[in-house]
Each structure stands twice: as structure tokens, then as C-alpha cells.
């Protein structure tokens, strides 16, 4: 009596226009107060303890990370080294589009950031070249959904809290089943493109793709800094998260340079000798390759015994002077070797005006309208999921207490069900619900009752977890709630009939993905467990 009452009141209060947290939080209070055992006290009680969660403190900095990161200088150099990669085969610069959303996925955790990060330079690009603006918002809906794919992804994290499976074999498994998304959209672009003759741009030649991804490349060692990090035994997924807030902070303040005081300033301008510039680039690559070396080092080989601070740093010494000189010999023209101490001497003006200038601005770096603008943001987002999360913990508190999941088991294995079938049910379920919920509110409602379940059928808990987030994916760009749907419409200026017509061919293409997600575990399952083990759950 008291499961089908439960779920009556969350389906009443929805449809009735209650946000999902108040929803959640409030059928799951009148249960525990009319209907159960447990005391009212325990509401306070679980809800301290879902407070308490330190997993979940990952969300608030991987949002915060992804708003420093989804400024529109990161944007843009993703997709002009994604450009330089793909973009001279036929209808490339969509399939650049798709190159750009998994590696801006790598950096957000968050698809509608992917989706107005990318979205708003790539479909006006797409058009000036001759794409339909229908073609154009279609593919970056959908191409946008892989930011709670690949890792790292908020969505995990919060599958993760609901369930206690490893928040770093979950990152691990989004991988695969990300890269194979994301070809199959490309692919789908490619036979679209060749059957209406689409445009492909110039091939700029391997210098471009280097040029491009040295622009990039202090947005992307993000994916290596928090992935590094876990993986190699440095810190664990929250701990990264705070050092992945730390870093976007200081790149997009301070390197990249797109926010903030010194928003605009470059660091080189045009009134520089070439010798002068010469010598900084030639010292900026060197200390770059120095501090990744120290970084990488340092994850490969923090347990290794006989490897010091010492004998790492005078290895990257040694190879750092090495990228000095093949640098200065490559671009100093005819000086040589011997023209190398000069023009590092002329660059010391340039170093040493850009330190006054970050030096200066440290302060007011923390307190800029631009910085306070992105922390207000982030910290909204932030206590929107954290109230949802919190009640949806307390919801599934009371689907335990009622042993609720175990009745729908026993009902489910009586009925013949298999694992086989249990997915099918499961797709069709998230299908539904993910039409009308926010994924992060309908993960955490579905969760606690499938999870139990899928144990008992012998379904692995990690592969569980992809194959939701794949639902959670599709839910995005399906009508009548997809929230990429929305945010495609306002970046676009169309109607959500005219989005949802655009993205109706590619959703297809990810309902196929869904069924092999779903079908072949191994994708999901391979990478995680090759590195870290099988997952452990104790039922």
C-alpha cells in the first residue's frame, strides 16, 4: 500500500507543476509521518547525513570548473584545433563540431554548458559556410548531450551518491561508450554530408593541427590534470575537482586571459622584436614542458619506490633546455645556437611586464565583475542540484526503509524477468521519464529502485550506470521537457518545433548507440575494470 501511495504523490505533485526536489522531499515526509515506522525525526537526520555526502562535494567544483572553462576563448580554440583535425572531409566543419563537444565535454561535466559553449560559435560558423541553420542546431543538440557522457560528468557523480559505485571506475566507463557516441555521429555527418554534397574546408596541412592544439592546450591538460590525478593514486575524484576549480580559474584568468582585469591584454604585442618574441616563446615552451613533465611524473610514478623529487626535476630540467634550443634553432633563422642566450635576454622585458601585469591584478582578479558573475552562476547551479540531490536521498531513504526495491524485485523475478528483459524495462522507463524530468532529479528517483533489482539479475553495477546516463542523454534532446532542446532554441533564435525537427535524425542515431550500450556491457565495462578492478557490491 505504501509504495503505490508514495509514487501516486511524487506523479501527482509533478504533474501539478511542483518542482522535482519539493516533490520528492514532500511525498517522501507525509510517508514517513502517516504511513512508516520511522520517526519524523530521522527526516533531519538523513538529510544531515545526505549533507554529509563527500562525494557530492565533487558537483559544486566541477560546476564552477565548468564555468570558468566555458568562456568563449576555450571555446573557440577547441573548435579551431577540431577544425584542423577533421574539418577538410566532407561536411567537416560539422563533424569538427562533434570533435569539439567531446573535448569540451572532457572539460564541463555539463551538457547544456557544451551545448551554449560550442553551439554559439559553431552553428554561426556552419552557417557563413553554407549549412542550413536546421542542419546546424540538429547536430550540436545532440552533440552536446556527450558532456554527462564523458567523464567528467556531474550526472556520474550523482549516480555515484545514489548508489555508492566508485565515482572513478563510472569516469573510467563513460570513455569508450563517449568516443564510440561521438564517432557515430560523425560517421552519420559524413554520409549526410556526401549525399547532400556538403562543403569540407581546405586542408591546412599537420602545422594547423599543432598550431590549433597549442592553442588549446592549456584548456584541454584539464581532462589530463583531473583524470591523472585520480588515476594515478594522487587525489580522489572530489579532490580533483577542487584542483580542476583551481586551474580554470587561473587559465581562463591569467592565461587565456578572456575574463577579468586583464581580459584582452596579450602577452605578447605587436611592438616586440621578433627576437625578443623568439626568446619568450622559446622559454614559454620550455617552462610548459617542465611543469607538465613534473605533473606526469608525478602521477606515473607516485608509487613507484627510487623516484625523487630530485631525479624528476633534473630530468625535466635536461628536457625543457632540450625544447628551448630545438625551438630557438627552428625559428631564430641563421643565429644558431649561439643566438639562443640573446634572445632569451630580449624577452625579459616581455616577462617582466606581464608579471607587473598579473601581479598587479592578482587581487582584483578574485573580485572582478567577471569572476563574481561566473561564482554567482556557478553557486545557483550548484544549490539547485544539491536541493534536488538531497531529496531525492531522502526519497530513496524511504524507498529502503519500505524494503520497496526488494517487493518490485520479487515481483519482477516471479514475473520471469531477465536481465535481458530488465533492460528493456529500464530503457523504456528512463525513455519516459527522461521526456518530462531533469536527469540528475529522475537518475536519483529511478536509482534507488532499478539498482537493487539489476544486483539480484546479475547486472554490473557500472554497466547499470552508463546505460542511464545514455537514457539520461536522449531525455535532453526529446521533447516535450529536453533541456538542450531549450537552450539550442535560445542560442539559435528557432522555435522548439523547428530544434526538435533538426535533431530528430541524429536522435535516432543515438537510440542505435543506446541498444549496443546496452547489448554489449564491454564497452562499458573494459577500460574500468583493465585499470581498477571489478566493482564490489555487497547486497
Known amino acids: 500500500m505504501e509504495p503505490a501511495i508514495l509514487f501516486v504523490l511524487v506523479l501527482a505533485l509533478l504533474f501539478l507543476g511542483v518542482p522535482v526536489a519539493v516533490s520528492l522531499g514532500l511525498s517522501s515526509l507525509l510517508i514517513i509521518a502517516f504511513f512508516s ?17 563527500y562525494t557530492l562535494l565533487a558537483i559544486p567544483f566541477f560546476v564552477l570548473a565548468s564555468a570558468f572553462m566555458s568562456t568563449g576563448g576555450v571555446a573557440r580554440r577547441i573548435i579551431r584545433f577540431a577544425i584542423a583535425s577533421v574539418g577538410h572531409f566532407k561536411g567537416g566543419l560539422a563533424m569538427a563540431s562533434v570533435l569539439a563537444c567531446m573535448m569540451f565535454a572532457a572539460l564541463s561535466g555539463s551538457s547544456p554548458a557544451t551545448v551554449v559553449a560550442i553551439g554559439t560559435i559553431a552553428i554561426a560558423g556552419m552557417r557563413q559556410v553554407g549549412y542550413t541553420k536546421e542542419f546546424a542546431a540538429g547536430i550540436i543538440a545532440n552533440a552536446g548531450t556527450l558532456g554527462i557522457l564523458i567523464p567528467p560528468s556531474i550526472v556520474m557523480v550523482v549516480y555515484s551518491a545514489a548508489t555508492d559505485v566508485s565515482v572513478g571506475r563510472m569516469f573510467l566507463a563513460g570513455v569508450v561508450p563517449g568516443i ?3 564517432l557515430m555521429l560523425m560517421i552519420a555527418i559524413y554520409v549526410m554530408a556526401r549525399v547532400r554534397n556538403l562543403p569540407s574546408e581546405e586542408w591546412k596541412g599537420f602545422r594547423e593541427i599543432i598550431e590549433g592544439g597549442k592553442q588549446a592546450g592549456w584548456g584541454l591538460f584539464l581532462i589530463i590534470i583531473i583524470l591523472g590525478g585520480i588515476y594515478g593514486g594522487v587525489f580522489t575524484p572530489t579532490e580533483a575537482a577542487a584542483v580542476a576549480a583551481v586551474y580554470a580559474f587561473a587559465v581562463a584568468l591569467f592565461v587565456y586571459r578572456d575574463m577579468g582585469p586583464m581580459k584582452g591584454i596579450g602577452w605578447v604585442l605587436e611592438s616586440d622584436t621578433r627576437r625578443a618574441r623568439v626568446g619568450f616563446s622559446a622559454s614559454v615552451y620550455g617552462l610548459a614542458f617542465f611543469f607538465i613533465w613534473m605533473i606526469m611524473s608525478f602521477f606515473l610514478t607516485s608509487e613507484w ?5 630530485q631525479g624528476r626535476a633534473l630530468t625535466g630540467l635536461a628536457a625543457a633546455l632540450a625544447v628551448m634550443i630545438a625551438y630557438a634553432l627552428w625559428r631564430g633563422g641563421d643565429t644558431g645556437l649561439s643566438g639562443l642566450p640573446g634572445q632569451l635576454a630580449a624577452s625579459l ?9 598579473m601581479g598587479r591584478n592578482f ?9 563574481r558573475k561566473v561564482t554567482v552562476d556557478a553557486a545557483r547551479t550548484t544549490v539547485m542540484l544539491m536541493f534536488i540531490i538531497v531529496n531525492a536521498l531522502l526519497f530513496a531513504h524511504v524507498l529502503t526503509a519500505e524494503r520497496i526495491p526488494q517487493a518490485i ?10 536481465w535481458f528483459t530488465f533492460l528493456i524495462a529500464v530503457n523504456l522507463l528512463l525513455l519516459l521519464g527522461g521526456q518530462f524530468m531533469e536527469p540528475s532529479g529522475l537518475l536519483l528517483i ?6 537493487p533489482i539489476a544486483m539480484e539479475l546479475g547486472v554490473d553495477p557500472v554497466h547499470l550506470g552508463i546505460i542511464m546516463v545514455v537514457n539520461m542523454e536522449i531525455g535532453m534532446i526529446t521533447p516535450p521537457i529536453g533541456l538542450n532542446l531549450f537552450v539550442t532554441s535560445g542560442i539559435t533564435g528557432m522555435s522548439l518545433l523547428q530544434v526538435v525537427r533538426a535533431a530528430a535524425p541524429f536522435v535516432l542515431v543515438l537510440f542505435v548507440f543506446l541498444i549496443i550500450i546496452t547489448y554489449v556491457p564491454i564497452l562499458s565495462t573494459w ?13
Request: hydrophobic residues 45%.
Open 409 to 418: 524485485t520479487g515481483v519482477m523475478v516471479d514475473a520471469g524477468f531477465t
Open 305 to 309: 619506490e627510487g623516484v625523487t623529487l
Open 349 to 357: 622585458p616581455i616577462w617582466r611586464r606581464n608579471l607587473a601585469l
Open 180 to 182: 564510440v557516441a561521438g
Open 363 to 371: 587581487l582584483r582578479a578574485f573580485y572582478s565583475e567577471d569572476t
Open 446 to 451: 529511478v536509482a534507488p529502485v532499478v539498482f
Open 37 to 53: 515506522q520511522d520517526s519524523v525525526s530521522s527526516v533531519a537526520l538523513q538529510l544531515f547525513t545526505a549533507s554529509q555526502n
Open 527 to 539: 577500460l574500468p575494470y583493465s585499470l581498477m578492478g571489478p566493482e564490489i557490491v555487497t547486497r
